[in-house]
């Protein structure tokens, strides 16, 4: 595959007339790097819309919403991968980079794109499993409206506000607000405001975190941690050996509005000379990053319970873990679910757990209309014999479906 690199490298400085059968030759690229894999990723990405598509039918949602980047993943793998390398390849046939540069670039990058999509399907996978339990203990979807899930947070804190992904609600009263990838930044306008939403940027990121309640916002910027208390929070590992990695959690330090605008304007005038291949002529600032530190990763599940002091940290293991792992976990008061695949009955013990020692409000007429509902012929006649004790024969019975 390099000689093949070696061969193009340079072909056309201006890079505007590439051949057809060059281009081709990012397929071959991705499938050199990828293999295999690609069918692991359809059959993913048929797991997952065999989640979603139950939901359509227990749940009553209308439809689902990806982000681009996901969206363009399920709908081919393959094409979205060859998407990942335009820039490298085109810097590559004007001789703006060597064969070996794009070969290690291209790599990183398809690699990366590949890892970050697989996960998110294992996490939706997950989430969905999770609301279709609920939906088989009668729950229905109070939130969003339109019946349509987001499992893309763009633009969603633009308002200052971190709504949920879905709120789910019974008849008696009880409901849980669904927040993935939260807590997120949110909008701001000068440095006073930064300071204020700062503690969003730097703060860890759990996969996932569940509310008991009806929460349309957890933003709470007035403690230790900048959103209100979750009651769980989820992790969803996707990788065969997860709990062997490691993780790097980078260091931070608050920043003034200047500081961070300096930062953006650097960081835009050194992509933008990589891109026109030019030397800058202003010296950018140097900025330091605080030190991070390494941990295992199984221990960060740990770590944000120490952080956000949920009533319970929950992991979900597409594969079968280490004992020891499973129970250093457990005596952390974590509960552990491995070895799912993608069973979604297995991720009952989370609905369980969920629904322990919730308090149930009850709302007779919601119970007697629910009753009905269930068993409309009865309603209908015990309608019909109340009618005539009254002398009205004349009946027109039309129930809603």
């Known amino acids: 595959m390099l000689e093949k690199l070696k061969e193009v490298e340079g072909i056309d400085s201006s890079g505007t007339n590439i051949p057809e059968e060059v281009e081709k030759l990012k397929e071959e690229f991705v499938e050199n790097v990828i293999g295999s894999k690609i069918k692991e990723a359809y059959n993913w990405i048929s797991n997952l819309y065999v989640a979603l598509e139950e939901l359509k039918e227990k749940l009553n949602i209308k439809g689902w919403l990806f982000s681009k980047e996901m ?3 399920v709908e081919n793998p393959k094409k979205h991968l060859v998407k990942k390398l335009f820039l490298y390849f085109h810097d590559l046939v004007r001789g703006r980079i060597t064969a070996e540069e794009f070969f290690t670039k291209g790599r990183q990058a398809i690699n990366s794109s590949f890892g970050s999509n697989m996960r998110s399907i294992y996490q939706i996978w997950g989430f969905s499993s999770i609301l279709l339990g609920l939906a088989e203990k009668d729950f229905k979807l109070s939130y969003p409206e339109h019946g349509y899930l987001s499992f893309d947070r763009t633009g969603k804190q633009k308002s200052g506000t971190i709504p949920p992904n879905a709120v789910v609600s019974d008849i008696f009263g009880r409901s849980y607000s669904f927040f993935i990838e939260a807590p997120r930044p949110i909008a701001w306008e000068d440095g006073n405001d ?3 939403v700062w503690k969003l940027y730097s703060t860890l990121r759990p996969d996932m975190l569940i509310y008991k309640g009806f929460y349309m916002d957890i933003v709470d910027l007035s ?17 065969d050996d997860w709990w062997k990695r490691w993780r790097y959690l980078k260091g931070y330090k608050p920043l003034s509005g200047n500081e961070w605008r300096a930062r953006w304007i650097k960081g835009l005038y050194e992509g933008l000379a990589e891109v026109l291949g030019a030397t800058l002529k202003d010296n950018m600032p140097d900025f330091v990053q605080d030190k991070g530190k390494r941990i295992k990763e199984y221990q960060i599940i740990d770590l944000y319970k120490s952080i956000y002091n949920p009533d319970r940290g ?8 280490d004992d020891q792992v499973v129970s250093e976990l457990s005596s952390e008061n974590i509960l552990v679910i491995d070895d799912t695949g993608f069973s979604s009955e297995k991720l009952s013990p989370i609905v369980d757990e969920l629904l322990s020692g919730a308090v149930a409000n009850v709302n007779y007429k919601d119970l007697a209309f629910e009753f009905a509902m269930e068993r409309r012929e009865e309603f209908i006649e015990w309608i019909i014999n109340k009618f005539k004790k009254l002398g009205i024969n004349n009946i027109d019975i039309t129930l809603p479906k």
């Open 71 to 73: 969206k363009s993943f």
């Open 194 to 196: 930064l300071q204020k």
């Open 314 to 321: 929950v992991v979900i293991s597409r594969t079968k873990i």
């Open 223 to 239: 403690g230790n941690i900048p959103i209100k208390r979750p009651n769980y929070i989820i992790e969803f590992k996707e990788l």
